[in-house]
């Protein structure tokens, strides 16, 4: 079985491309400093070669998400810190445990309450974590799947660490994506491309759209 947390999938630039996000913000995150690092890495075994491994995709789009609600660094430092200190996990990012309501950001601790990440006051709210529901989670609790946002419902792509080695796929047929958007490139017709693959043209449309 591949290990979701050491084995090294995609590059900054692959991640960076399939998560629409600049490329220098995620190295920035993967540089780490003198404080944990919200994103992790591993040692390359070249220089330019993997060296993002699957939770470190879920860190980063969690990270991206949380930034593009508003949160800063250092909220979403106070939240990341307060899972790694009740649960002794240091990939809090990529944990079920943090959650948002696009105002405030919250834990879910031992006893299964939320408390405001900034206090540690209980949260009494409805919290709403739409971003987690691209995420599937095994049984024991750690990221197995990521739906990538950008792509539509009928056109389901994914980043499966079990298929493609990191690239994104389609959830259905676990044809990579690539294969669509390179058949296309040499000059086929959207509809050939379809009866190639054996999907409906306007999917094949879609994913397309949003590779390209």
């Known amino acids: 079985m591949l ?3 050491e084995t090294p999938l995609l590059t900054a630039r692959e991640a960076a491309r399939y998560l ?3 490329e220098s913000t995620l190295d920035s995150w993967l540089v ?6 919200l994103v992790h890495a591993v040692h ?3 220089r330019g070669w993997p060296r993002v491994p699957f939770v470190g995709i879920i860190e980063a789009y969690v990270l991206r998400t949380l930034r593009e609600l508003g949160f800063s660094m250092p909220e979403i430092r106070r939240a990341a810190d307060l899972v790694r200190s009740e649960f002794d996990d240091p ?19 031992a006893d299964e309450s939320l408390v405001h990440a900034r206090d540690r ?8 974590a739409e971003y987690l529901t691209y995420i599937s989670w095994d049984s024991a609790g750690s990221p197995a799947r ?3 946002p950008q792509y539509p419902a009928q056109a389901e792509v994914v980043i499966d660490p079990r298929f493609g080695w990191g690239a994104p796929v389609l959830a259905k047929s676990k044809v990579p994506v690539d294969s ?5 490139r040499t000059g086929e017709s959207i509809s050939l491309v379809a009866e190639e693959f054996d999907l409906p043209a306007n999917v094949v449309e879609d994913v397309l759209r949003q590779a390209a």
């Not at 780490?32 to 690092?37: K, L, M």
């Not at 006051?121 to 709403?128: D, G, H, K, L, N």
């Open 32 to 37: 780490g400093g003198a404080r944990p690092s």
């Open 3 to 5: 290990d979701t947390y």
């Open 121 to 128: 006051q209980v949260a009494f709210s409805e919290v709403i």
């Open 91 to 109: 990939y809090a990012l990529a944990s079920e445990r943090i959650a948002s309501d696009g105002v405030g950001l919250f834990v879910r601790v």
């Open 180 to 184: 669509l958007v390179s058949l296309w």
């Open 146 to 148: 990521l739906r990538l």
């Open 44 to 46: 390359p075994e070249r």
């Open 20 to 22: 629409k996000m600049p």
